[in-house]
């Protein structure tokens, strides 16, 4: 005969407890929740999924489906975030941005987005993030600025160590973002920029009263100190130029004078203007400068 096995009594101790029971009904209960969570995560993880795919009629499609159907959970651009302008007008980037307060948060690509802003001559990198549910952020890195070029034209622009205009950057906007800015005039002046300022840091007291510098013929500057003082230097060797310049400088404190210009242009001679005065009889000042 088979054995049949006693059935346990069940007892107190052996039925499941006010939590228990509990916890079972709150676990039936949650599972509707679970599918609505569970479809709002398959909206934001099916459109990341477009994110960097091909330009596909289908796939933008897709991705315009998915962020109206998430915009209304609640997925809507409401405040739009501009970091690193300095210079770089908020309405451009918006504007390469494509997205409005209102528009779906999900309904556009970051990379077409952030491609659009690095086209805008100012912006060197931009990187977007969203902040779901309703903010987008931008970050910018702009081109640094290296001096304002007064064009033949008479029109300011922003040129970077290479002598290249900076497209939509606001001079005006440069300028009060860094007031060292150097102003350089006429044609020829972006290329031969850097070799300029870069002459100019071995004479730090020379360089610290310079505003604008004048490109002459393409060939020569003229430097335009604070005080007005005009100082032209030569063609061949500007550096020794400035080395008679310091001479004087250091000797007769030349630059703290009334003077109106300082022509440096012949190698063995510093010749001085004076401002006009009316008994003044024309003649200029003229000094014989030692090489030693």
Known sequence: MSRVKPRKSSSVQDRPSARAILWRRVRKGLKPAAWVIGGLLGLLVVPALFHDSADRGSVLTGRQEWGQMAAGFGFKVKHIVIDGSDTTAPALIETALGVSIGDPILGFSISQAEQRIEQLGP??????????????????????????????????????????????????????????????????????????????????????????????????????LKNHIVVKLPLHDPQMALDQLMHAQTQIALLDRPVQVVDLRLPDRLIVQPYPTPSATGTSAVKKVSHT
């Open 123 to 224: 912006v060197k990198q931009a990187i977007i993030e969203r902040a779901l549910p309703n903010t987008i952020i931008v970050h910018l890195t702009e081109r640094e600025p290296f001096a304002i070029w007064q064009d033949p034209a008479g029109h300011f622009e922003v040129i970077d160590r290479k002598g290249d205009v900076i497209a939509d950057h606001d001079a005006a906007a440069a300028k009060r973002a860094d007031p060292g800015l150097l102003l350089v005039v006429g044609a020829g002046a972006p290329l031969a920029t850097a070799d300029l300022l870069a002459m100019l840091k071995n004479f730090p007291d020379v360089a610290q009263r310079v505003v604008a510098a004048e490109r002459i013929d393409n060939l020569r500057w003229n430097l335009v």
